[in-house]
């Protein structure tokens, strides 16, 4: 049986945000040069949840709170730095 990545690791592990749906903006920052890994893992957990992507390098948003908290734990074991935002969308 093939060894799980850290993203679904991490995804397994916010379990507990299953049903939390809202739009979830993530701003994370690295100093330095960002690992390659952190990348492969960022697109692994964007396939957990439809319409999950990034707005910006380091900026990303998702409709579930339990990748929100995945994302979260990826970039903070990368060393990063994190916030995290619930909004609303507003139609123009």
Do not use: C
């Amino acid at each position: 049986m093939p060894r799980k990545s850290l993203a679904e690791e991490l995804y397994e592990e916010a379990k507990d945000h299953e049903h939390d749906e809202g739009h979830w903006i993530i701003v994370y920052d690295f100093e330095g040069k960002t690992n390659p890994r952190f990348w492969i893992n960022m697109h692994k957990l964007s396939a957990y949840h439809p319409g999950s992507r990034f707005l910006q390098f380091s900026v990303y948003l998702t409709g579930s709170r339990r990748v929100a908290r995945a994302v979260v734990m990826l970039a903070r074991h990368y060393g990063g730095s994190v916030e995290v935002f619930r909004g609303d969308s507003i139609d123009p």
